[in-house]
């Protein structure tokens, strides 16, 4: 394994490209605050350390947010102004569907990349926490390639490894992920104090993605200092095996480790 990096929050609406070993050349949106983490999650091996608070999407109202307007004018520019390109990807400084105004932003990104760069697809990087929010699922609409993570099958697990706020359940975000459709599953896999990696954690999650029918699985392990310092990252070996578990259940996903 290559020494982990430190990853920084972004301080723009857009940033990069940045090479991503999932997207290849992806041009990154933010539309969160760019002095602080927002999220609803809190995960063990989370880039951007552990969180003070866990949001919800009503109490990000009040914050200093980029509008819908806004933001379709930073990416215009800056499509103008940048080359080749894989992706163009809503994530940045953590979980994006939390925006009030979500659907609008994810309706302007989309015209402006169908206008001016058709041939490139729109994703997000979603933690799937709001997915079974009526206008989170009509924001999705309009995103070619919907990213949404699952890293494990039981909801125990799910709290020591994800550490949710209070009202999000792992089955709420698995129904919520069911009636999405055309979903991609992003797994992340870890050792350590807490691991989800055990044959019966394994079972639990394929069980899940069984239930959900994503049209591909994406499997990884960190490779960024994560908030918990005892989260190691799992060897290539072992991601190959649980991929092949997967491959056997699930055959009408592509299943990918990266």
């Not at 947010?65 to 990807?89: F, H, K, R």
Request: aromatic residues 6%; hydrophobic residues 40%; proline residues 6%.
């Amino acid at each position: 394994m290559s020494p982990m990096e430190e990853r920084i929050l972004q301080t723009q609406i857009i940033y990069g490209p940045v090479n991503s070993r999932r997207l290849g050349r992806s041009l990154g949106v933010n539309i969160l605050p760019t002095e602080r983490k927002v999220c609803s999650f809190d995960c063990l091996y989370c880039q951007y350390g552990f969180a003070e608070v866990h949001y919800t999407r009503s109490e990000l109202e009040g914050m200093k947010l980029p509008v819908p307007e806004e933001v379709a004018v930073a990416l215009s520019d800056a499509l103008a102004a940048t080359g080749d390109m894989d992706a163009i990807t809503l994530a940045g400084n953590g979980e994006p569907t939390l925006h009030p105004y979500f659907r609008q932003i994810a309706e302007a990104v989309s015209q402006v990349g169908k206008r001016t760069r058709p041939e490139v697809p729109l994703c997000i990087l979603s933690n799937s926490s709001t997915v079974s929010e009526v206008s989170v699922q009509a924001g999705l609409g309009f995103i070619d390639r919907k990213i949404m993570k699952l890293d494990v099958g039981r909801e125990d697990t799910f709290r020591k490894v994800n550490r949710p706020r209070a009202g999000i359940t792992l089955k709420k975000i698995v129904d919520g992920l069911a009636r999405l459709g055309n979903v991609e599953i992003q797994s992340l896999f870890f050792s350590g104090p807490v691991s989800n990696t055990s044959p019966q954690e394994i079972t639990a999650w394929i069980e899940q993605l069984e239930r959900i029918k994503p049209v591909a699985v994406q499997i990884y392990t960190t490779d960024r200092v994560p908030a918990d310092r005892g989260v190691k990252p799992v060897e290539r070996a072992e991601l190959e095996r649980i991929a092949d578990e997967a491959r056997s259940r699930l055959v009408d996903a592509e299943v990918r480790v990266f």
